[in-house]
């Protein structure tokens, strides 16, 4: 095999962007009327661009369409409508609410999933609220969950070309670091395996 070509040129298309929070604390959460919980997690997935700010929220690095998707899996200690919902820097994301009658020694899982247009920068947070006072288990397992996923750039925006650049960067780095280990691999060494050699 020869040596690798050039590089062509970029392909039409967002830069990838995912990550997410999950949740395998077992744990109780209590609403009451016109309160909002915000819940927290326990670890987070794999991601490239966004970050997780603590706990509770993610946070997009770059303009974009989103896909959410996110669930809940708990034992209800009462009857209530309890309502779970995404919000973007503070407002309910619309079409992310979902809402599910728990009822008393009942386990229940909850699941939905939003398209939305968000600003770089925007923390989304995973919410849960009722109209009554109740109290929720969250299961053995994972528990709770939500996966952001990005589907393509805002029409009319601009990415910022510092956040491209540097990518780019990265990028190349990493394709010329492959490169290299092919070339190594061709004549029977490999340096990630034989460090010291």
């Given at each position: 095999?020869?040596?690798?070509?050039?590089?062509?040129?970029?392909?039409?298309?967002?830069?990838?962007?995912?990550?997410?929070?999950y949740n395998t604390a077992v744990g109780?959460?209590?609403?009451?009327?016109?309160?909002?919980?915000?819940?927290?997690?326990?670890?987070?997935?794999?991601?490239?661009?966004?970050?997780?700010?603590?706990?509770?929220?993610?946070?997009?690095?770059?303009?974009?369409?989103?896909?959410?998707?996110?669930?809940?899996?708990?034992?209800?200690?009462?009857?209530?409508?309890?309502n779970l919902a995404v919000t973007n820097?503070?407002?309910?994301?619309?079409?992310?609410?979902?809402?599910?009658?728990?009822?008393?020694?009942?386990?229940?899982?909850?699941?939905?999933?939003?398209?939305?247009?968000?600003?770089?920068?925007?923390?989304?947070?995973?919410?849960a609220y009722s109209d009554g006072c109740?109290?929720?288990?969250?299961?053995?397992?994972?528990?709770?969950?939500?996966?952001?996923?990005?589907?393509?750039?805002?029409?009319?925006?601009?990415?910022?070309?510092?956040?491209?650049?540097?990518?780019?960067?990265?990028?190349?780095?990493?394709?010329?670091?492959?490169?290299?280990?092919?070339?190594?691999?061709?004549?029977?060494?490999?340096?990630?395996?034989?460090?010291?050699?």
């Amino acid at each position: 095999m020869g040596p690798a070509g050039p590089a062509g040129p970029a392909g039409e298309g967002c830069e990838a962007a995912y990550g997410g929070l999950y949740n395998t604390a077992v744990g109780e959460f209590c609403t009451q009327p016109g309160e909002i919980i915000a819940m927290t997690f326990s670890d987070g997935y794999p991601a490239a661009g966004m970050h997780c700010d603590g706990d509770h929220s993610i946070v997009l690095e770059s303009d974009g369409v989103y896909e959410i998707q996110y669930a809940m899996r708990a034992d209800s200690k009462g009857c209530t409508l309890l309502n779970l919902a995404v919000t973007n820097d503070g407002s309910v994301i619309p079409c992310s609410r979902i809402t599910e009658k728990a009822c008393s020694s009942c386990g229940f899982t909850m699941s939905g999933a939003a398209v939305v247009e968000a600003r770089k920068g925007a923390h989304l947070h995973f919410i849960a609220y009722s109209d009554g006072c109740a109290c929720f288990m969250l299961q053995e397992g994972v528990n709770l969950m939500m996966y952001v996923k990005k589907l393509g750039d805002l029409k009319g925006s601009d990415p910022d070309p510092a956040y491209g650049r540097e990518r780019g960067r990265d990028r190349e780095f990493e394709r010329e670091r492959e490169r290299e280990r092919e070339f190594e691999r061709e004549r029977g060494y490999d340096k990630d395996r034989y460090p010291l050699l």
